[in-house]
DNA sequence: TCTTGACTTAGAGCGCGCTCCAAGGCGTAT
DNA sequence: ATACGCCTTGGAGCGCGCTCTAAGTCAAGA
């Protein structure tokens, strides 16, 4: 079988990945890279994803989908383990982050109207009414 | 002097460069990559932009303002080259640029709401009013 | 004449973010 | 017993997009 033992309700590296949309081999880099806690094992080592490790990794996704740098979610993640103490550091980091995003976000919106200029440009001119 | 004789109103690369935002290895690695025609040259073998290839350089860069791939951007390059005959596959390529950029701004706007959602959970935190 | 400084090239190097490989372990099915 | 299949690890490799280096050319100024 593939999944050994499910004790409650934990997944597998590869169902974990699966549910985030990514590879196992992402997910344990993500660990190693220390964007994410280490997981719990289960006897034969093997990791055991549980609902609040899903969490974390759906936001860090959400973070990375966004384009936060890898050591910048290492950063969240590195708050996260130094407690409550840390929170309005976090709320920076992510203001900060949105502040980019955004920024981003209006920087292509204005790039692509020139592109649809040129679009509009060659549908007149493949007379395509 | 920098700019040797500047004989009708060409730009150096280092004055391209710097209208276009780019640095003057970026401007010729792009020509070297196939994203842009080869420049002219004066004399000396410098090269010399004129406006034509300064309105390129401008429609290239919000190309790659939006993300499209190097590899993208010499396709279309090379249709330009290729001339009128393939204005409907320069038109399609767009299409699909266009189409692959709004998914990509719909989707960070979409990661972005569960962000903000946690930049308020921790504004509530701080105690912040 | 010599120095300065911007230019030229081919090619090497780099930061990022994965992505994969090799070697090995463990648990179940045959 | 053996094979299968998914797991483990450290580390190598890769694609992208620059970014820089080295060695050399050229024109102008002192």
Redesign the interface.
Known sequence: MVATEHPPDALTVAEAAQAAGLSPHTLRYYERAGLLEPVSRNGSGHRRYRAADLERI??L???R???MPIRDVRRYAELMRAGEAT??E??AL??A??GT??AK?E???R??E???W??NF??E??ERT
């Open positions: 759906n936001f996704t959400k973070l989908g966004t384009g929170n309005e976090r709320l992510l203001e982050h949105r995003v955004v976000l920087a292509t919106a790039n692509l020139l592109i649809d040129k679009i060659y549908r001119r493949c």
